[in-house]
Each structure stands twice: as C-alpha cells, then as structure tokens.
C-alpha cells in the first residue's frame, strides 16, 4: 500500500486543471481543516474531495463494492473505518460552514469533463 498516492493522483489532478480553467481559484491540501481536503476554494467557502470508488467505496460504482479475498476481515474494516472517516470529517466541515463537494474517481471517467463542470459550476455558483 506504500505505492498508493494520497495527493497529485490523476484524478485529483484533472479535477484542478478543470477547475483551473474554469477560472475558479483554490488552495491545495489545507491542513488546518479537517481531513485535509484535495481543494479548498475560499472565496465559495466550499471544499472538494476527490475520492476513489475503491478507497472510499462508492456505492453507485462497482469498484466500490469489490474486497479482496486474502484477509476479508482486514479489508472489511479498512474500508468501513475509511467510509466513517470519511461521514465525520464532512460533518466537522458543515459544522464549520463549508460545502463539501465529493467528486468520484468514476464521475470523472463516466459523466465526462463537460457534465462535472456543469455540476462543479451549479454547486459552487449555486446556479
């Protein structure tokens, strides 16, 4: 799992240059909030996770439904504490007055850049 990236993935990196253009401005990784989210866009008080349908188990998604056989039990609570992790820091973040937008690894591929900026743009604009 050493080779796992937690920054700079591709997708994480498509959504920035979308966003980018898109002409939204942001900061990367801002520790001081919880769970350090992939984009913080200040200006719309609002935050983007991106987040893999494996990793995070998106449910809409069959990535997210596949555990390995080797050692079910281990993987079975890594995945289930990565979901709680996941339910308490966008909660801590609403509690603090920030959107949180989850963008899915799968989103990015499926929908197209077209379809996630439209949605990006109606969720940070409001419109």
């Not at 996770?49 to 990535?63: D, L, P, Q, T």
């Not at 996941?86 to 989103?107: H, K, Y």
Request: proline share 4%.
């Amino acid at each position: 799992m050493r080779k796992i990236r937690g920054k700079d993935t591709l997708p994480e990196r498509t959504v920035r240059s979308l966003l980018h253009r898109m002409g939204y401005r942001f900061r990367l990784h801002r520790e001081d909030l919880p769970g350090t989210p992939d984009m913080v866009l200040p200006k719309y008080r609002a935050v983007v996770f991106i987040h893999g349908c494996y990793w995070h188990r998106h449910e809409a998604c069959r990535r997210g439904q596949s555990t390995p056989s080797d050692n079910r039990v281990f993987w079975t609570d890594k995945f289930q504490k990565n979901v709680d992790r996941d339910r308490r820091t966008e909660e801590a973040l609403s509690t603090l007055g920030w959107r949180v937008i989850v963008v899915w690894e799968c989103e990015i591929r499926r929908t197209g850049l077209d379809a996630l900026a439209a949605r990006l743009r109606r969720e940070l604009d409001g419109k």
